[in-house]
Each structure stands twice: as C-alpha cells, then as structure tokens.
C-alpha cells in the first residue's frame, strides 16, 4: 500500500496496517480497491497484487449485495458505518464479517475514500453473541467508574521517537517487534501522574503513591507489543486502541485486563494520554468454559448419526420484528402470504451441516449446502410455514414426517424436527434434524404388500375351509338320503302297489347321491391343503400379529383396539395360520357388526388368560350384540343375517377350534356387545 504522506493522516500507514490483526482495506467511491493489508490477505485469500484495482463486491461477492446501498446512505450521511455482512472468500467459502467503514473527505468535504476493517466472525459469532451480555454489563461497569483510570505521561516517549527517526527509522511497528528491549525502555520512561481509586484496588496495595511511578512493574512481557500497539495508535492519531491483555499488580500477579488507551486531542495536547483498564479474569474464565462447550457441541454435532443443520434465523427474525412494529398480525400473514413464505425461505440461511446432513442431501461439501433453506423446501414448502407459526404460538417445537429435495435431485421422506429452545433463539440460531424415513416408509410398504398377500392367502385358505366344511355339512344328508333312499326301494320294493316308476327314480336318486359323496369326497380331499402343522406358539404373539393385520382396517373405521394380554400365559401347539385366521375373522365380523349398526363409539376387546396348562381367549366388541334367537345357530355353516353374508366364516372358526381340541362358544357381553370365548389346549389336537 503506497503511504500518504501527502494528507498527513496515513502517515507510516503501511507498515502499521500490516501490523494490525484486522482487515483494513480503502476503496474508491467507485469502490476499487486501492490498498489492501496483511490481514486481509490472509481474511480473503486475495493477495494484494489481486486485490487492488478489483472492484471490491466482484472480488468478495456479497450474499446480499441488495443492502449495501442503504449502509452507503448511512456512510455517506454520517460518516461511517458500523455492521456485519457476509461475503465471499477467494475459495467460495462465505465469512461473516464485522465491518466498520469511515469515509475519508477531500479539503471541500468530498468523500474520496472509504476505508474498511473487518474481523472474522464466522466461527466466533455464537461464542460472541453469548457473550455479548456480559459485555454489555462490563460496559455499564465501565460507566459507573468502577474501571481502573491512569493518566499516563508520555512526552519522554515522543522524544524517544523523535530521536528513532533522526536516526532513520521511519518503519516504527517492525523497529518495535525488533527490538523488545526498547519497548521496555520506553514503559520505563512514561510516568502515570494520576489513578483513580479503582486502579489502587485492583494494581496496588492501598497507597496510591506507590503507583505514581513508571509502568514497569504492570506490564509483563507478553503484553510488550500491546504498549508497541498503543504507540503507535497514537502517533497515527487513532482515537482509541483496546485490547484484552495481560497485566500484572504490584505485587506481582498477572490477570486478563481490557486494555484501552484513549487519544483526546485535549491530552494529547497535554502530552498526556488515558489508559483504562477493567479486570475481565472472570470474563475469561468463562469464555474459556464457554469455548469448552462450544467445543464439545461442535463435536456432538459433527458426529451425530442424524443429520443437522444449524441455521441463522437472524435476518427473518428482524423481518419478524419489523412487521411487529408495524402491526402486522405476522401469525396470519405467514398463514396466508405465499411470496412472505418464499422470503422466509431465501432469509433464513444454513450456516453449519454436519457428516449425515451432507449425505442425507446429497453433496460432499459442507459449503455446498451453505446459503438460503429454499433448494431444501421445493417439494413441500408449506412445512416451514406450520414450524414458523409453531414458533409464533410460542410451542417448544416442531415435527413433521415431511419430504426434501436433496442437492442431487431426489425428494427424501423425512422426520423434521426443529425445536425453539429460548437459548438459542436469543442467539438467532437454530438447529434442525432430519431422520431419514425411505427405509421405515419402505418397510411399511412391504408390510401393507405382505398384508395384502395374507388377504389373499385367507381367502384361498377360507376357499379350502368352505370345501371342507361343505364336505363335512353335506356328507351326512347324503348318507342319509342313501339311507332313505334303500329304505324306500325296500318299500316300493313289496308286491303289493306297482311304483315301478318310483323304483327307477329312487334307483337314480341314490346312485345320484352316492356319486355326489364321492365327488365332495375328491374335492374335499383335493382342497384340504397340506396337512395343518402344529408348532409350539405364544398366544399373545399370535393376538399381536393378527391384529397387526387388521391395523389400517381398524385406523380407517374408527376402532379403537385394545388388547389386555395376561402375562404367563402357557404356550400351546397349533397351526399359526389357522389360529391367525379364526382371531381375523373373529375381528372382522366385529368390525361389520358395528359399522353395521352405526355404533360411533366403536371398540374391540382382545383377552388372553391361562387356562388349566393352555390358554383362553376372548373377543369382544361394542357392536349390536347377538338375538337371542340367533344365539344357538351361530356356527352353523351357512347362517347369516347379512344381505351378502355366506355365513361360513364362524362354521370355519369352529372347525379349527375343534380341530385344535379347543372350543369356542359366543354370548352377549354384559355392556351388550358381542363376546367369543375359545380355549386352546397347551397339546394342541383333542
Ligand atoms: P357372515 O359374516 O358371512 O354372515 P359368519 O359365520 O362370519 O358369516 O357370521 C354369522 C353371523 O353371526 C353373522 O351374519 C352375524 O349375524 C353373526 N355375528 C357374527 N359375529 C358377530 C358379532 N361380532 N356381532 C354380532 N353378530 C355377529
């Protein structure tokens, strides 16, 4: 950077610019960058041979070049500006920085320069801001003198200088980071002339006279180039230099101290400057701590098994405020207002992802994810407008099985969680988690398939049970129509009436009969499937299962099922599928009977109790009840008081209980609905 000694106000500049920890570079008004420091090399990654000459927002992109106008206006009409922005590195990445601009004027007023520092906050900004209440007290502190004043003399210090630069040193930061030993002797030669009380009870001993001496015995030498610093602040006339150092007591302990030397033109004039200085050992300590769990949080993050996202909500929330004041009912407007959701979406920005968030949406660098929430919502934006209004109800969360767009084009079902803890809504953040849902939506997929498939296979197995119990039904009137049939051949068989007639018919009758035995015979035989299998079963597993079954049947009409399974109740032998089958349809006609009736309150009792070595089960539901009249013809095959009813599913039931050694019998309940009892014996066959 070329000095300017032309305007007296930069003198020396670039050498103590170099020196400094913060950003400084100056821009025209066009806003071409005309000198650029150390530090911001090493901000921005722009060397300075790339940086001057380049138009400030082309080399570091704003992320919201929008506001620069109205932090020009406040420039220009104040003089400065004081504000955070985020921009663009030279590497992509976007760093949050704390920028003050002065504007520098010609002899008429003109603005001719502006001159930028900047500080990097990006990682700092959450430890910063939770300190920002304390510092806010220390401040107070401040005001209510409670700091430690000096006012230092320091003419033998410009003398020394003055000599330097007869000699021929003009570079005063690298002479002084040279030469230690002469800072030393310049802390020797500055004289306090006065402390306040303050200043005795935190450097001294209780006489303020011991401490109206040179600042030798305060200052340590790891705070040397803090006195360099200040040297040098005030021979390129800055107003002020703070900085947190340490200094040390009189009786020689060293504690973390807020340093400020202050230049008034008055005392400089004087040959006299101001130090204060406030003891933020406590401060430190808890900032320490607090970069401690910053620490482990930034850990935790990083490695949870979930994907998260901590987001700035900063710029909606002021969006939020603003329309407070205002006296806009935000709550309604969030509800209603597509192109605010839209803004909400662009405004709140992903500052942070960790190692399952960048898998879960696809990309391989964290910063790719950096930016507007927006790219995330595009299938189901309307779920940032619930967690929003979440928010403005004041809940303590938000959950929501959703959808997102992944940065690779595929839309993921999703568990978002976001919760408003009051700690972290202070800060402006928020963190977000996202559980992956493909596999659990999958499974519940493939279960609702292998429900649809046990359909099917009850029905097939219902088919069989219908052959079978036709078979068993029917076999004996045709025995006994075969019976009757011979008994009349041996009546009409008598010489007395001719029925030869009757004869034939009858003949053809029975072997009619006895054709069809044998047909039921073969189809019974060909429908039986292969032989049940008896395998040692928990009942309670079995309720479980069947009502698994019958689960989104049950959600769909409104009943509510409750299963009341004893514990201890003794396995039995039995066949899984044909027990499955008697508790479904047991479950299934309760549900018809009750949507039937119109019952409302719709429910369904489920009982498994030990009975003698094996189990006994209940059904009961809070439908219509039986007749009385109907009670004793229940389970016989083909009963059915519905307009669509075969009337064979209790025959079925029946026919497996028994085949089971069990049996199974139905009453009304005393709250008048209907009630199947069965036993299972532990043996499993009669
Ligand atoms: P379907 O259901 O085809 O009629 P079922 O053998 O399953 O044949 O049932 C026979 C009859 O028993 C039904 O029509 C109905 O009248 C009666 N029934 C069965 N379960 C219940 C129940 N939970 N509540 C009232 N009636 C029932």
């Known amino acids: 950077m070329a000095g300017r000694d032309d305007s007296g106000t930069l003198e020396a500049t670039v050498d103590i610019f170099d020196l400094v920890h913060d950003s400084i570079f100056v821009r025209d008004r066009a806003g071409y960058i005309r000198s650029w420091n150390a530090a911001s090399e090493a901000l ?47 590497d992509g990445r976007m760093l949050t920085i704390d920028a003050r601009w002065s504007v520098r004027r010609d002899a008429d007023g003109a603005p001719v320069e502006i001159i930028e520092t900047g500080r990097d906050v990006t990682e700092r900004r959450a430890v910063e801001e939770a300190l920002q209440r304390s510092e806010y007290r220390y401040r107070n502190l401040f005001q209510a003198m409670a700091a430690s004043f000096w006012e230092i003399d320091f003419t033998p210090i410009g003398d020394m200088l003055r000599e330097l630069r007869s000699e021929g040193v003009t570079d005063y930061p690298a002479y002084f980071a040279a030469n230690p030993d002469y800072v030393r002797r310049m802390i020797r030669a500055t004289r306090v002339v006065d402390v306040n009380e303050q200043t005795v009870a935190l450097f001294g001993r209780g006489d303020k006279g011991e401490l109206l001496r040179d600042l030798e015995p305060f200052w340590p030498d790891e705070s040397l180039h803090v006195f360099a610093a200040s040297v040098i602040s005030a021979v390129t006339r800055k107003p002020n230099y703070v900085t947190e150092t340490p200094l040390r007591t009189l009786d020689g302990r060293v504690f973390d101290a807020l340093f400020t030397a202050a230049f008034p033109p008055e005392s400089i004039a004087k040959g006299t400057l101001l130090i204060g200085v406030i003891d933020i050992s406590d401060r430190t300590a808890a900032e320490a701590h607090l970069r401690h769990s910053e620490t482990r949080y930034r850990n935790l993050f990083h490695h949870m098994p979930i994907a998260l996202l901590q987001l700035d909500m900063r710029p909606l929330f002021d969006k939020i405020a603003a329309m407070k004041t205002a006296g806009v009912d935000v709550a309604d407007k969030i509800a209603t207002d597509d192109e605010l959701l839209t803004e909400a979406l662009r405004l709140v920005t992903i500052d942070e992802v960790n190692d399952a968030a960048m898998k879960l949406f696809g990309v391989t660098d964290p910063t790719a994810l950096h930016g507007p929430i927006e790219p995330a919502w595009q299938a189901r934006p309307d779920t940032i407008r619930r ?114 007639e009757v004869h034939t018919l009858t003949g053809r009758m029975v072997a009619d009969a006895r054709r069809a035995a044998d047909i039921i015979k073969r189809i019974r035989g060909i429908a039986t499937p292969s032989a049940p299998t008896r395998a040692e079963l928990s009942v309670n597993a079995l309720v479980e299962e069947a009502s698994l079954f019958l689960r989104h049947e049950m959600q769909a009409q409104g009943v509510t099922l409750t299963l009341d399974l004893a514990a201890g109740v003794p396995p039995i032998l039995g066949d899984r599928t044909q027990l499955q089958q008697v508790l479904v349809n047991l479950m299934v ?63 079925i039931c029946r026919s497996i209980i028994d085949d089971h050694g069990g049996q199974i019998s139905a009453a009304n309940a005393p709250a008048g609905g209907a009630r199947f009892h069965f036993t299972l014996p532990a043996e499993g066959t009669p």
């Open 387 to 500: 967690s929003l209004l979440a928010r403005l109800r004041g809940e303590p969360g938000y959950v929501e099985e959703t959808k997102i767009s992944t940065r690779d084009g595929r839309v993921v079902d999703v568990l978002y969680n976001i919760a408003f803890p009051p700690t972290l809504t202070e800060l402006g953040i928020n963190v977000v988690t996202f559980m992956d849902l493909t596999e659990r939506v999958e499974t519940q997929a493939a279960l609702q398939r292998v429900q649809a498939d046990f359909a099917r296979a009850a029905r097939i197995a219902t088919l069989g049970e219908l052959t079978a119990s036709i078979a068993h039904e029917v076999n004996q009137p045709l025995a006994a129509i075969a019976t009757n049939g011979e008994a009349s051949l041996r009546w009409l068989g008598r010489p007395e009436p001719d029925v030869e």
């Open 44 to 90: 921005y990654g722009w060397s300075r041979e790339a940086a001057v000459g380049r138009l400030v927002n082309e080399l570091l992109p704003p992320r919201r070049p929008e506001r620069d106008a109205a932090r020009e206006a406040e420039l220009l009409e104040t003089g400065r500006w004081e504000g955070r922005l985020s921009r663009a590195a030279a």
């Open 589 to 651: 006609n309760a549900m018809q009977a009750m949507a039937g009736a119109g019952v409302t309150r719709r429910g369904i009792i489920v009982r498994s109790r030990a009975h003698g070595t094996g189990a006994a089960l209940e059904i009961e539901d809070s439908g219509p009840g039986f007749a009385p009249e109907h009670l004793g013809s229940l389970f016989a095959s083909f009963f059915t008081t519905k307009a669509d009813g075969m009337g064979i599913g209790l025959s």
